[in-house]
């Protein structure tokens, strides 16, 4: 028995006709055989059918866009001259929309069409919604594999170009994102915690030739090419672009004790079970560029958190992965800018340094390494960067260790020793 279509004379009525087939054809003895499968399949289908007829019935119902006689645009020119039912359209996630609307013209210069900015038409011939899912799914996989995503999950189909295009364009959007006043609740959160975080690392990230920086390119032209050996991990040496990735938030103290921070570190069965629970970040805002130098990302975080904190009332931490020349950009914008900042170790940094010594002062199995680790953790938290310094030293010259063995030692020491003229290691206790 087929459904019967019937039709009514009110708004959405394409929409309703197709509700009608599909419930009819749901409710038709033939259904009954179908299996789950080909009743879903059905109605992925018919239903994103619906979904679309009910996005072009609204827009048709909404007028062309007819304002007056004349329109005058931002260019100061008026025109005179209208148009009506001239069509443009796009594609959404549910498939093609056709869009009517009254077009604005002039000799000499380009028409307006007021129809366009009052929906935000997009410039390209896909919704931002659309647009929105391609770039998402273009941080994770290959635009090929967009592609195929995108038309198995609402059958638009989109090229490979176009989908580059909708990548590229959507990577334009940066600057004017972070250039973006706060908003009034984040604000709000912010005038209500103590601590202001800023968080600095980076990221290597393995580019081709033509992507590289002039002087690594030039390293690694220079180097001499090896074949791989069999499934030997390919050379990366000279082969990566640092990015700099950043971060602001706002932060409740977490005053913890130097016993409390190294327990963490220790296996998961000898780690308390009723730790109190440390507090969660608001308003994270994060930043990561390969093509800015480090200097301008470092800045324009500076620049955010005096935005947000324009009287200085918080206790400003920038929180870093002991890099030297980090370091120096943090303080260099912290004075041009006028603001204190309290630079503080990322301690899992300091722990790669400590674990090198240990593996050169122990062996592999000894459990006395873990121990030397945690107790030199905990010296560092209360702020004894001197001892620990000389008595690595002292190691080196003493215990009779060849060449390899020291060098573990004094790269620690000197590691310390210059990151105690710019960190406060012992500050660590205060967040999380």
Known sequence: MEAQVVTIDQPFHSAYEKFIEITGHLSAEMACDKTHSEIEAYLETNGRELLRLLLQDHVENQGSGRVGAAVCGADGVVRSHTRDHMETGYKSVFGAVRVART???????????????????PVHSYSHRLQK???????TMAFD?????????????????????????????FDAFYAQPCAPEVQQQSHAK????????????????EALREATRKKAEASPKRPPRGFARQEKSNRKRMATVAGIYHIDRHIRCPQTVTRQFAPLRLVPRNRKPAPQPVGKKRWASLAKPMK????AVVVEGRRRDPEHQAEWV??????PTQIDSIAKAAKTYGVSVVIILDIIHVLEY?????????????????????????QLLHGQVKSIVRSLRRVATVKGL???????????????????YTCRLSMLSLIN
């Open 133 to 139: 899912r391609v770039a998402a799914k273009a941080a």
């Open 402 to 420: 060849s060449a390899k063995q020291r060098e573990p030692l004094e790269q620690c020491a000197t590691y310390l020793v210059r990151l105690s």
């Open 296 to 299: 301008a990302v470092v800045e």
């Open 194 to 209: 103590p601590i202001q975080v800023l968080t600095f690392d980076g990221k290597g990230v393995v580019m081709r030739p």
């Open 318 to 323: 920038a929180l870093v992965d002991g890099d």
């Open 354 to 378: 400590l674990w090198k010594a240990a593996k050169a002062l122990f062996d592999p199995e000894e459990p006395n390494a873990a121990q030397w680790v945690g107790d030199k953790i905990e």
């Open 145 to 173: 594999e967009v592609a195929h995503d995108i038309e198995t999950e609402t059958a638009v189909r989109i090229g490979k170009r176009q989908v580059e295009q909708i990548v590229n364009g959507a990577a334009q959007d």
């Open 103 to 121: 077009g604005y013209s002039q000799r000499g210069v380009t028409s307006l069409f007021p129809r366009d900015a009052q929906l935000n038409l």
